[in-house]
């Protein structure tokens, strides 16, 4: 299994601002995952977080808008920028099990609001 | 876009009752997955189906997947005012790149 810590749990933020979130795992995995869920939605994966590589963004996102950073095993941090009230959704990081085979471990996720 | 699609959106049952939740996909898969979701919490997995199993039990969850119709449902027996939220089947399409791909899910709630 694996913990993990996401920070902050929730931000109202100001249109045109940026938002930082942090997730942390209590464990060292090679592939992080950030989903997005907009209000009454199901989950939708922004992008994949390698370790010492580039993210890969799912259609629809892309890194300028997304940026990813990914400096070790344990942490990873995706930033939501430029902010529109479009972008008020819960943002959840997770890492699967099993070496990438088994389930989904999330935390508690960010849920932002953008006024 | 949205591997699978989930019915029914939301279900209102009486405790006690059973909840079943049925969940429709596009492509091949590895397995499937039923996650929980509490009032916009993190997710919690519930059960892993793999393609070659028709059927799994854990407590009062049975899962059940047909892969030649490509779908697969949930049931909660006995259920408590406790199994209220949203539930959420993820498939692990084949050659998907170890990612999970989310269904629409269903509301359940679960009235004394």
């Known amino acids: 299994s694996a913990v993990i810590s996401q920070k902050p749990s929730r931000d109202i933020c100001q249109r045109g601002t940026s938002l930082t979130i942090q997730c942390q795992v209590d464990?060292?995995?090679?592939?992080m995952f950030w989903y997005r869920q907009q209000p009454g939605q199901s989950l939708t994966l922004i992008a994949t977080?390698?370790?010492?590589?580039?993210?890969?963004?799912e259609s629809g996102f892309v890194i300028d808008k997304f940026p990813i950073s990914r400096p070790n095993l344990t942490f990873s941090t995706l930033t939501v920028s430029n902010m529109s009230p479009e972008d008020s959704s819960i943002y959840l990081c997770?890492?699967?099990?099993?070496?990438?085979?088994?389930?989904?471990?999330f935390g508690e996720g960010s849920r932002l609001t953008v006024l | 876009s949205q591997q699978g699609e989930e019915d029914p959106q939301a279900l209102s049952i009486q405790e006690g009752e059973n909840a079943t939740m049925n969940c429709s996909y596009k492509?091949?898969?590895?397995?499937l997955q039923w996650y929980r979701q509490n009032s916009g919490r993190g997710l919690v997995h519930l059960i892993l189906?793999?393609?070659?199993?028709r059927e799994k039990h854990s407590g009062r969850l049975r899962v059940t997947l047909d892969t030649s119709k490509k779908s697969s449902s949930l049931l909660i027996t006995a259920s408590r005012a406790a199994d209220t939220a949203s539930y959420f089947c993820?498939?692990?399409?084949?050659?998907?790149?170890?990612?999970?791909?989310f269904g629409t899910g269903t509301q359940l709630k679960v009235e004394l």
């Open positions: 997770s890492v699967r099990s099993g070496g990438n085979t088994g389930e989904l471990f």
């Open positions: 977080a390698n370790q010492g590589s580039e993210a890969t963004y």
């Open positions: 993820a498939t692990d399409p084949t050659g998907g790149g170890n990612k999970l791909t």
């Open positions: 464990s060292q995995v090679t592939m």
């Open positions: 189906i793999r393609s070659n199993e």
């Open positions: 492509t091949s898969i590895n397995n």
